[in-house]
């Protein structure tokens, strides 16, 4: 079970809001049904509080030395081809080929063309620069 506490701290909010309306609402039979859920919604909200944040990503090391899966992409018409660039620094692009399979890693962002140093097969050339 993934993002409990974030799950508990929007039902308590969701609650106590509910529990708002329907206590201030035009009809005072509600008013015991109202302070039942808002009252509930303090405890599921304080529960949440409690508990510890879900701590399950990855560490800046692995961040760092993440590559796609090396594996050959299916046919399109023409060779396929996966591009990942890293948004924080050390900025690195991998470059997978769909021919082979092969995985490239370049220093720096998307070059302008690039042919698999693998299998030479021709993946794109950029005509805008």
């Not at 005072?28 to 303090?42: H, M, S």
């Not at 399109?76 to 021919?99: F, H, K, N, Q, W």
């Not at 030479?120 to 005509?127: G, I, S, V």
Request: a negative charge.
């Amino acid at each position: 079970m993934q993002g409990v506490r974030q799950n508990l701290l929007i039902s308590g909010l969701t609650c106590l809001s509910i529990g708002a309306i329907i206590t201030l609402s035009l009809d005072p039979a509600l008013a015991p049904f109202g302070v039942t859920i808002g009252l509930a919604g303090i405890v599921i909200f304080i529960w949440g509080f409690s508990t510890k944040p879900d701590e399950h990503g990855l560490s800046l090391e692995e961040i760092v030395a993440w590559q796609p899966s090396e594996g050959q992409l299916p046919d399109s018409g023409r060779v396929m081809y996966r591009i990942d660039t890293t948004l924080d620094e050390p900025i690195t692009t991998t470059i997978l080929c769909g021919a082979c399979g092969d995985v490239a890693t370049v220093e720096g962002r998307k070059p302008n063309s690039w042919d698999c140093p693998s299998c030479d097969a021709f993946l794109w050339h950029n005509e805008e620069e």
